[in-house]
């Protein structure tokens, strides 16, 4: 069974920075795109950044380009998104996701608010 689990979500002040990662277990990690989310209250849930298996390719959302860095590490089955220059608007939910064989899967999250 495929498990997502986030962390490193908190507190910060406008401009500062987090790190977050994603944890992944039950599945080789190595031959998956990873994505991140984003859920803010009373917003539908919108795409942060993705990266493909090798690290190779990444896109991000306007919103964030320029201030997040998506990675990961397949040696430790792990990814992993920057945020710097942190903005009130980035207050939100953060997600992580696999899509494998057509189906997504979805970590429970990690809550992200700075404030100004």
């Known amino acids: 069974q495929v498990q997502l689990v986030e962390s490193g979500g908190g507190l910060v002040q406008a401009g500062g920075s987090l790190r977050l990662s994603c944890a992944v277990s039950?599945?080789?990690?190595?031959?998956?795109?990873m994505n991140w989310f984003r859920q803010a209250p009373g917003k539908e849930r919108e795409f942060v950044a993705s990266i493909n298996w090798s690290g190779s390719i990444r896109n991000y959302a306007n919103s964030v380009k320029g201030r997040f860095t998506i990675s990961r590490d397949n040696a430790r089955n792990m990814g992993d998104l920057q945020g710097n220059s942190l903005k009130p608007e980035d207050t939100a939910v953060y997600y992580c996701?696999?899509?494998?064989?057509?189906?997504?899967?979805w970590g429970k999250g990690t809550q992200v608010t700075v404030s100004s």
């Open positions: 039950g599945r080789s990690f190595s031959s998956l795109a």
């Open positions: 996701n696999v899509k494998i064989d057509g189906i997504n899967y």
